[in-house]
């Protein structure tokens, strides 16, 4: 089984400061992992994925994320964050290749103020 | 490429009225996922399909709700009867068969039921 624990529910920051947003996940196999952004009133899109290869994934809207085995984490950082990155975010952890059946965490909100 | 589309966004009803959800995924794809959101239990996957033939609706709560996809262009889901604690904002997402295609998501479908 797999699951997915989003550290924190709520993240404010102020424009232009770094964030992280943390992810941690347990599964018995192989595990490919995803960040997805909501909008208000939109549904979720992909920020970035792992599969395999270079541990450190770059993904749209200057994000990035670092998957770490030992730890079992796949944070979610930007080195300097704008007021439309106001948004939620949210990790998946998919067993399987079949990314609709990724189990997803429960969601970080991320507030940029001004 | 319009993207996957939802229709309505907005569902008001009163309990014990059958509702129904329509989605159109993105051309070509393989894959379609029907999604639940709600405060309390996050983003559930309802069913999915994969060449229009469903695959795994364990995650459908109870006999009031079913799924259909006629064709390669079309799925409903159907509420009957519909109970206030169905409120939720319900996702449809569609991918490609190849291994960790990514996601694509509607922009849901806020069903209130009254």
């Known amino acids: 089984a797999q699951s997915v624990t989003q550290l924190d529910s709520q993240v404010p920051v102020f424009e232009e400061a770094p964030v992280e947003l943390r992810c941690n996940y347990s599964?018995?196999?192989?595990?490919?992992l995803f960040w997805y952004v909501q909008y208000p009133n939109q549904g979720l899109q992909l920020l970035l994925k792992y599969l395999s290869g270079s541990t450190l994934v770059k993904g749209i809207n200057g994000f990035e994320a670092e998957f770490n085995k030992s730890q079992t984490s796949f944070h979610l950082r930007k080195p300097s964050v704008h007021i439309s990155d106001t948004a939620e975010y949210f990790c998946a952890v998919s067993d399987d290749g079949n990314a609709g059946k990724s189990t997803f965490g429960d969601g970080t909100t991320l507030t940029v103020k001004p | 490429d319009a993207g996957v589309i939802q229709s309505p966004r907005h569902e008001v009803t009163e309990m014990g009225q059958e509702v129904t959800l329509r989605c159109k995924p993105i051309s070509g794809h393989d894959y379609l996922f029907w999604y639940r959101q709600t405060m309390m239990r996050g983003l559930e996957l309802l069913i999915y399909?994969?060449?229009?033939?469903?695959?795994?609706d364990s995650g459908m709560p109870e006999d009031r709700f079913s799924a259909k996809m006629p064709n390669a262009s079309f799925s409903t889901l159907k509420i009957q009867p519909s109970e206030p604690r169905d409120s939720a904002v319900y996702f449809c997402?569609?991918?490609?068969?190849?291994?960790?295609?990514?996601?694509?998501f509607g922009n849901g479908t806020r069903l209130t039921v009254t």
């Open positions: 599964s018995s196999v192989s595990v490919y």
């Open positions: 399909f994969n060449n229009n033939v469903p695959i795994d």
């Open positions: 997402a569609s991918s490609l068969a190849k291994r960790n295609s990514p996601l694509h």
